[in-house]
């Protein structure tokens, strides 16, 4: 039922300097694999056609990425004029997304540096959760530290179980822990109503200077229902160092137990 994803894949990597100076961040390897090709099998896993890439003009390497090692699959690619936040990467991949369908289908999107490692990926894992008739935007959650609420959108909601969804009651993007509802996070999975987008247009800029994704979700809480999707898998925060190599460490635990078929 989910065909098409979005991929903002704009971003400078600023935490990720210097190598992001020429590299993009989501051509940065976990052991050998290029973050974007998790994403991109991630989101093949979950039964995605359409490959929206929203990139900027100074990473072509992303669009070669693609376009050498999936000749094959259906990718678009759409400039974000300036770096105005997730909620305007979001809303720039609106008319690749979209090609005229008459009837409109939900629209994921995956933000490659928040790479999950899981039995099932986690997308697949939301798109056989999703149900429109209980909540029309999903987004994927996890538990924080308390004192790490201003790296996140947090969810004023209760936590669901493993592999559950939840209502949302509302969201906050990136607050004090002083001011969060609580501490359950948004991970960068989501799967939303298509009428995102025009909600998204009239979305005026919030923290950070920037049209945040998290504060048209929240707009749209009473219209949809909004759930918070308790993935089963862990997170690497991959938009900084330390989570690619502890990333990657977990990779090399993995193939090390498979040469020596320990199950350790
Ligand atoms: C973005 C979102 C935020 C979300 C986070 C997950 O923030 O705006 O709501 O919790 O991704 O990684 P960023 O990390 O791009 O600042």
Request: proline share 8%.
């Amino acid at each position: 039922m989910i065909k098409t994803a979005i991929f903002p894949v704009a971003g400078r990597g600023t935490r990720l300097r210097p190598v992001t100076l020429c590299v993009p961040k989501e051509l940065l390897p976990v052991y050998t694999t290029p973050l974007l090709q998790f994403a991109i099998d991630e989101a093949r896993d979950a039964g995605i056609e359409r490959f929206v890439f929203v990139t900027s003009a100074d990473k072509p390497a992303i669009e070669h990425y693609v376009r050498t090692c999936h000749p094959g699959i259906d990718a678009r690619f759409v400039e974000q004029a300036a770096p105005l936040g997730l909620g305007h990467a979001v809303l720039s991949g609106r008319a690749a997304a979209r090609d005229g369908e008459e009837v409109e289908q939900p629209v994921a999107v995956i933000l490659p540096d928040d790479l999950i490692f899981a039995t099932v990926p986690v997308l697949a894992q939301m798109a056989r959760a999703y149900d429109p008739a209980l909540c029309q935007h999903m987004v994927a959650a996890m538990k924080v530290r308390p004192e790490d609420t201003a790296s996140y959108g947090i969810l004023d909601s209760d936590m669901p179980a493993p592999g559950r969804q939840i209502a949302v009651r509302g969201l906050v993007e990136k607050p004090s822990p002083s001011d969060a509802p609580s501490n359950l996070a948004v991970v960068g999975r989501y799967i939303l109503h298509p009428t995102i987008f025009e909600t998204l247009m009239t979305t005026g800029r919030g923290a950070g200077g920037e049209i945040q994704l998290t504060d048209a979700i929240q707009r749209d809480v009473q219209r949809l229902g909004v759930g918070a999707f308790r993935f089963e898998g862990i997170r690497y925060d991959c938009g900084q160092p330390d989570g690619l190599l502890e990333a990657a460490s977990a990779l090399q635990d993995v193939r090390d137990m498979v040469r020596t078929g320990s199950a350790a």
